[in-house]
């Protein structure tokens, strides 16, 4: 069974403040996702990881950075968090051998100040 | 990029009636097509998927048509049950792991 956990499910934030979000999976999958799920908007891939130390920028990485130094570890920063970055974060990882689905963490709801 | 529009936001249906939900992608190259369902508080869930070599597939209550000439895609519940109550997110992708998701759309199943 698949386990992909995030740190926190609340997180409150002020503005300019630099926040980490981390996310740890348990399957030895190559490929990590960050979204951010916004109501209207859907889930919108903000940086994904297909290795250790690899990253590659999805549809809005503006205001985002990501980090892998483990394979089973990916996080996502917010250098200075501003008031747009309110959102649910979900972080998901994908295997390459087996079946397709990406499994999802239960999310973390952020809020900024 | 790939851009996914699905159709529509809101569907409310009677208990037992039929939902279809509509995902429209811009991308010819994409080839995987894959349909999740968040019920409220919980993670997004892989339901049924369907390849571009495909037209049609169904597992019990769900199926997934697919017109590759007009770059549509669909997901059809019949028999709806309370447990449908959910959103459900379309997505589109030429590599099977890099997906574009669909807006979403809120079913409610009324009793």
């Known amino acids: 069974d698949v386990k992909v956990t995030q740190s926190s499910r609340y997180l409150v934030k002020r503005t300019g403040e630099k926040v980490f979000l981390e996310c740890v999976q348990d399957?030895?999958?190559?490929?990590m996702f960050w979204y951010r799920q916004d109501p209207g908007l859907g889930l919108r891939l903000i940086y994904f990881s297909y290795d250790v130390k690899m990253k590659e920028k999805g549809d809005i990485p503006e205001g985002y950075s990501v980090s892998r130094e483990k394979k089973e570890r990916f996080s996502l920063i917010l250098e200075s968090a501003s008031t747009n970055q309110t959102s649910m974060y979900l972080c998901a990882t994908y295997g390459t051998s087996g079946y397709n689905e990406q499994f999802f963490g239960p999310g973390t709801r952020l809020t900024v100040l | 990029g790939e851009n996914v529009e699905q159709h529509p936001s809101t569907l409310s249906v009677q208990e037992g009636d039929s939902a279809v939900i509509k995902c429209t992608y811009s991308d010819s190259a994409s080839n995987y097509f894959p349909w999740y369902k968040q019920e409220l508080g919980k993670r997004p869930q892989l339901i049924i998927d369907?390849?571009?070599?495909?037209g049609e597939k169904k597992d019990q209550r769900i199926a997934v048509t697919l017109n590759k000439t007009a770059k549509h895609f669909s997901l059809h519940i019949t028999e709806t049950q309370p447990e449908d109550s959910a959103v459900y997110f379309c997505a589109a992708s030429i590599n099977d792991y890099k997906l574009s998701f669909g807006a979403g759309t809120t079913v409610t199943v009324r009793a």
């Open positions: 369907i390849r571009s070599n495909v």
């Open positions: 399957m030895d999958h190559e490929n």
